[in-house]
């Protein structure tokens, strides 16, 4: 069966480091495209950074351009998010999705909190 497997929060103070990872299997991992999207309590879920099948074309949201990295390996079938100088805004549940075509899937997420 299909399932997104992500990993790598925890909490951290402001201006540090995190890499997110997603471990995919049950489906054709390297025709997806892959996405995080998180979402803070109270708030609705927002995309935070795209990247395409073959990982030649990558996107992000404007609050985290500059700071957050999106890559995969598609020998791992693993899709990960570097995250450096978080800020207490990044705090949210962080979740793992993939699309292609009609087919959507989703991970149960990985809580990120920043925090002195």
């Known amino acids: 069966q299909v399932q997104l497997v992500e990993s790598g929060g925890g909490l951290v103070q402001p201006g540090g480091s995190l890499r997110l990872s997603c471990a995919a299997s049950g489906f054709a991992f390297s025709k997806y495209t892959m996405m995080w999207y998180r979402q803070a309590p109270g708030k609705e879920r927002e995309l935070v950074a795209s990247i395409s099948s073959t990982g030649g074309a990558t996107d992000y949201a404007d609050s985290v351009k500059g700071r957050f990295t999106i890559d995969r390996d598609n020998t791992k079938n693993t899709v990960y998010l570097q995250m450096n100088s978080l800020e207490p805004e990044d705090t949210a549940m962080y979740y793992c999705?993939?699309?292609?075509?009609?087919?959507?899937?989703w991970g149960q997420g990985t809580q990120v909190t920043v925090s002195s």
């Open positions: 999705n993939a699309r292609r075509g009609s087919r959507n899937f």
